[in-house]
């Protein structure tokens, strides 16, 4: 048998037990640190492994987060063969023991006799530019949270500091609102015009202009005859400046996510479909990866969680089901935006005729939505799997 190297992943630092072949450790378990020197000291214990029984060994290890990437790196760096393992599988492979006991050394050796007992199949690579494009998606969904919340925050202040203030704009978060409140708010003058003319993305004439700037000066005026509290105006200050930061990093970040976008021909495919745009299209395939991966549209239905968990002992049958939700929930999140985006003035034909069917039905709304998003990425997994763009 060829000689196996189980390796339990932790922040920092795995433990890993080698074997010559089954139920025939090499050593004790050794604890790897995540750095140049743990690398080489698991580097010389595989060479020692290998002088041995003469065969190249082979390393199991679990997907454990972002943790794993490292040790995966330096493995691939290297030229050795590993397997990565579904944290799902090895925990089910853990839990056929009888005796309950959890230790990292003993989760090193079930991983390897996983591989002796041919549970553990080779794992697909793909293109890095998936797992950057998903840093970018992530990050830019992170500091989208941050802006929604800074907005309710800021508009709590606002209507204590400068109530008339929100009925300037339709959009009092837009930058040249932003911008405008700013200005007020630290008690300066500007060109009003100016500003309000350069920082509209749409063409604005300017007797438009003008009329919101006599608005603001009236607003001014009586706002400065009521003297708010100068403690509260700091505190909206320090928020609108937040906002326009954080509307900055936004701007930035999407304009890497387009250009990452570019370089992949799967984003443009899903964006064939309507209703999804670049952002929707970019954390879709960041998430999923690459398709080759999937067999069939079913395994990535499992992969976002959207599958039924079905329940069924003896004569008994559940009647109800809920999705197993153990993939990606990202993923599950941006397909059901997607869904949503699709069904707004009819713009995916295809999966509002599928709602109105479900609806028909009986089912409630989040239960069609679901399905809907169970449809779209079947249609997903079509284009991909085909490479041809999403026809009506």
Known sequence: MQPVVGVDVAKGSSVAQAFRKRNEPFGKAVDIMHEKSGFEQFSGMLDMLQIETGLAPVVVLEATGHYHRALVSYLDRSGYTYYIVNPLQSKRAKGTQLRKVKTDALDAWHLAEMYYRGDVKPHRTWDETFTELQHLTRQ??????????????????????????????????SVTSLTILARCLEGGTADWIKIIQGGTRKSRSQQWAIEKVGKLEEMLLDWKEARRSPSQSQALLGMVTLLLTIIG???????????????????????????????????????????????????????????????????????????????????????YLAVQCGMRKNANERICSYYEKKRKEGKPYKVVVIACANKLL??????LQKGQPYQV
Do not use: C
């Open 378 to 383: 079947h249609h997903i997994f079509a284009i």
């Open 249 to 335: 990093q936004l701007d930035e970040l999407e304009q890497q996510m387009e250009e990452m976008a570019a370089g992949l021909p799967e984003v443009e495919l899903v964006k064939s479909i309507p209703g999804i745009g670049t952002k929707l299209a970019a954390a879709i395939v960041a998430e999923m990866g690459d398709i080759r991966q999937f067999s069939d549209a079913k395994q990535l239905v499992a992969f976002a969680g959207l599958d039924p968990g079905i329940f069924s002992s003896g004569k008994f049958t559940a009647t109800s089901t809920r999705i197993t939700k153990r993939g990606s929930k990202r993923l599950r999140r941006s397909l």
């Open 140 to 173: 830019h969904e992170f500091i989208t949270g941050i802006f929604v919340q800074a907005k309710l925050n800021s508009r709590a202040l606002l209507e204590q500091v400068f109530p008339r203030y929100e009925g300037l704009f339709s959009n009092v978060f």
